[in-house]
């Protein structure tokens, strides 16, 4: 079976042979058995998503302690943004940096 359409061909490719593996070369994945004889093929690409979608879901949505810090410095009169910092930045970006 072959999953058509744009895009998926890119990810997953499936054919009779018994074996889950990744897609494309390099990968550290190991093949791994599947029942009815069919072979998976996960790309690098959507392994390297997976991977990241984990990563950010583990992740804390709100970093307490830097807020927390943030709110001390911005109450005690202490923080102070870097204008020439920010401007360089936008520049950098607007430019592909």
Do not use: C, W
Request: charged share 30%.
């Amino acid at each position: 079976m072959k999953i058509q359409g744009p895009g998926y061909n890119d990810v997953i490719h499936t054919e009779r042979g018994g074996a889950v593996t990744p897609a494309g070369a390099g990968s550290t994945s190991r093949p791994a058995r599947v029942d009815g004889g069919d072979r998976v093929e996960i790309s690098p690409g959507a392994l390297e998503f997976e991977r990241l979608r984990e990563a950010a879901k583990a992740a804390p949505e709100i970093r307490a302690g830097v807020v927390s810090a943030l709110q001390e410095s911005i109450r005690e009169g202490r923080y102070r943004v870097d204008d020439v910092a920010i401007a360089a930045r936008i520049i950098e970006e607007f430019l592909g940096g």
